[in-house]
């Protein structure tokens, strides 16, 4: 992989993980449910936006160094803009978009790397 701290595209970020990828579900969302700011984001939502917390977290130690590098960055660089989504009112609804979930888990996916995690 190149530069980690650049955007990746979804081929990019598949062909990181390697055939590890294969093993982890994806999620599935609606770009058109994205803010405009965000965009840039759902690739790396579709990998590690799974909602379910231990099939995320299984991805996530699957995951190669470069890449949680990466992603951990990606979601630092756009925090604002994801806050002021995921903070906003779709964040009292009891019905989600697939979209707001999958950004949502992809952030829990991104907060649960430590520091400790980023190093070799």
Known sequence: MTDTLK????AQID?????VRMAFPRASFALDDVPAPLHQL????????VADDSVRD???R???LKLK??????VTVLDYALTEWLAGPESWSTEPTDAYVA???MRMAADGISS???HD
């Open 7 to 10: 955007a990746l595209t979804e």
């Open 62 to 64: 699957g995951t190669p």
């Open 58 to 60: 299984s991805v996530i």
């Open 103 to 105: 950004y949502s888990a």
């Open 69 to 74: 590098r990466n992603l951990k960055w990606m």
């Open 42 to 49: 759902a690739p790396y939502a579709a990998r590690w936006g």
């Open 116 to 118: 400790k995690d980023l």
């Open 15 to 19: 062909d990181a993980m390697g055939p």
